[in-house]
């Protein structure tokens, strides 16, 4: 269904866990180059050392999308081993701890804001500048349900993936006509480690009845999503933030 990945230059940042690992092991299978970044290399390695006994050209380093420098780091490498970048996903992110808004002081903003914000935008910004050069690209980002409306209790995690979907549909009016398609995802909660391994492990059974289907999404429904998303057939689809959701923003 996706061979056109084959042969396809992938960068993934947040690639050691959650949806960056499944969607580098299923782009795998259709035969992409993966370039692949997390703040753990132990963790990625583990990802990474079964691809390449299968064969699959991956280039994997140490990324904090909170610093730039890492952010470029992880772009020149692509160039430097592949010569290009045909997608673009902006996947590393993080959960603060819950708490109310009048309790969430601004060492949560910036923690918030300095990996889910600033990581999409440096993402982005060294991303183009290469897609420009090599005449268009695809960028995804990941949101969130957060981002399209109200989360309580995590007013930094909301206001930070409210600006995700703005910087994706800024980008992608500036660079319609580039050649460069630039779209965000929004998930509902999941079971990946951010839910399963954290202070809202104990809440899933609360948090599901929040969705119409009484549940939590899956990785696997959101990485094809993402592969759907990013595919050369869809290509009149750019500055979307598509909810996968269960219906809960069709309320």
């Known amino acids: 269904m996706y061979e056109h990945y084959s042969g396809q230059v992938v960068l ?3 690639a050691a866990s959650g949806f960056g690992a499944l969607l580098a092991e299923q782009l795998a299978k259709y035969g992409a180059k993966l370039v692949l970044g997390d703040l753990n290399i132990e963790r990625l390695n583990t ?3 079964p691809l390449r006994q299968a064969g699959v050209e991956v280039v994997a380093q ?3 999308v909170s ?3 890492d952010v470029q780091a992880l772009v020149q490498s692509a160039v430097t081993q592949f010569g290009r970048i045909d997608v673009g996903i902006n996947n590393a992110g993080m959960s603060p701890p819950m708490k ?3 309790d969430t002081n601004e060492a949560d903003l910036d923690l918030s804001f300095a990996v889910n914000a600033k990581g999409v935008f440096f993402g982005m910004k060294h991303q183009i500048r290469q897609m420009l050069q090599q005449g268009g690209g695809i960028i995804l980002n990941v949101a ?3 981002g399209l409306g109200a989360a309580p209790k995590l007013a930094a995690y909301a206001a930070a993936k409210h600006a995700v979907v703005g910087l994706t549909k800024t980008a992608a009016i500036e660079y319609a006509n580039k050649g460069i398609r630039v779209n965000a995802i929004c998930p509902f909660y999941t079971t990946t480690p951010m839910v399963v391994d954290s202070e809202l492990k104990e809440k899933q059974d ?5 969705s119409p289907m ?3 999404g899956h990785p696997s429904e959101v990485v094809a999503m993402m592969l759907m998303m990013c595919a050369k057939e869809n290509s009149y689809l750019t500055g979307q933030a598509i909810a996968i959701d269960g219906g809960v923003t069709a309320y």
Request: hydrophobic share 55%; charged share 20%.
């Open 62 to 64: 140490v990324c904090d």
């Open 47 to 49: 990802v990474v050392e």
């Open 12 to 14: 993934i940042t947040g």
């Open 100 to 102: 109310s808004f009048i």
């Open 67 to 69: 610093c730039e420098a």
């Open 206 to 210: 609360f948090l599901a009845q929040a």
């Open 144 to 146: 969130s349900v957060a």
């Open 214 to 216: 009484k549940r939590l």
